[in-house]
């Protein structure tokens, strides 16, 4: 991913609400006792009145996930990005470790629905002169969906075509490519971002937990991913009653429950780069700790610490066969 300029930052929902009351409208205001000039801010307002908050952002469903996806893309795009990932983790259909999981009949053909709707949305986006082609990982599930879909506004290509890229393509859009696709992949982006067409990868699911991989290839696939801009990602973490969000041009944000409003969000962190392994353990574990006098958590215990150690321990081994 593209890392814009500048130091990493972290907020709390109240400092970035506190940050943006200059340059927005007050919700509410409240004169003090005795009159004078001066306000009490109570919050931020949307265009309709109600109260602003962060968690705001955050998508009611999956169709607003994928609508919010390919606007957020198609954006990256007309700014000159031609790398491009987005990210929708189920937890249904997503293993932390293997990428997309298929466990249950019929989840497949899920994720190729929600592929199928992505894609469209985005050539809605791109508009009807624009030439968009989604990639499946092999030819016979690419025939088996154009069947399925002969109403597609879309083109439909697998990786192993002969001849995947045309002169006229303006965008391609690789569905959940695997590591057996990963050199096809890295190839026809390289053709693709040199003709000037732009490169989504949906789901991509690049590592597996299933065998390891050598070094060579692992440091290929990161040194690849490393260079795209992730324009979307929703990463609910059921474990901890959190998310991880990031619309592009925003940051990277983890939302966690909000005990004061009940089935809402806070923001407790917006970063430059994802937060994954110990630091986001440690994150979290710092914001359900018990806060002391001064309003900061307390040391971890004993105990914490240890269940600290054995979770990196356990990460460490999962992560030899990624």
């Not at 791109?126 to 599930?141: E, I, Q, T």
């Not at 040194?223 to 973490?237: A, I």
Request: with cysteine.
């Amino acid at each position: 991913e593209e890392v814009p300029a500048g130091p990493p930052a972290a907020t709390s929902a109240t400092s970035a609400a506190a940050a943006a009351a200059s340059s927005d409208a007050p919700a509410a205001a409240a004169a003090p006792p005795g009159g004078g000039n001066k306000f009490e801010i109570l919050g931020l307002a949307n265009e309709d009145g109600t109260q602003k908050f962060d968690d705001d952002e955050l998508p009611d469903n999956l169709f607003d996930a994928v609508a919010t996806a390919a606007t957020a893309t198609s954006d990256a795009i007309n700014n000159g990005s031609l790398g491009n990932i987005v990210e929708f983790r189920i937890p249904e259909l997503w293993d932390p470790i293997s990428g997309n999981v298929m466990a249950e009949s019929g989840d497949q053909l899920k994720v190729w629905e929600i592929t199928r709707e992505y894609t469209s949305q985005l050539c809605d986006r791109m508009g009807p002169d624009a030439k968009v082609k989604c990639v499946f990982p092999d030819a016979g599930c690419a025939a088996m969906l154009k069947a399925r879909w002969p109403d597609a506004p879309f083109l439909f290509a697998s990786t192993n075509d002969r001849k995947l890229l045309e002169d006229d393509d303006a965008v391609i859009v690789f569905a959940a490519p695997d590591p057996p696709s990963l050199a096809s992949v890295v190839k026809n982006t390289k053709l693709a971002n040199e003709a000037g067409c732009a490169v989504v990868l949906i789901n991509p699911r690049l590592a597996s937990g299933d065998a390891g991989i050598g070094l060579t290839v692992r440091r290929m696939r990161d040194q690849f991913l490393g260079q795209m801009t992730v324009t979307y990602c929703l990463q609910p973490l059921p474990w901890c009653n959190g998310s991880i969000f990031k619309r592009y041009p925003g940051m990277w944000r983890l939302y966690l429950e909000d005990e004061s409003r009940p089935g809402r969000f806070k923001l407790v962190q917006e970063s430059y780069k994802r937060l994954a392994g110990d630091e986001l353990d440690d994150k979290v574990s710092a914001e359900y700790r018990p806060k002391g006098e001064d309003g900061q958590a307390l040391e971890a215990g004993p105990v914490e610490k240890v269940l600290g150690v054995m979770t990196s321990m356990q990460r460490f081994m999962k992560s030899l066969s990624n």
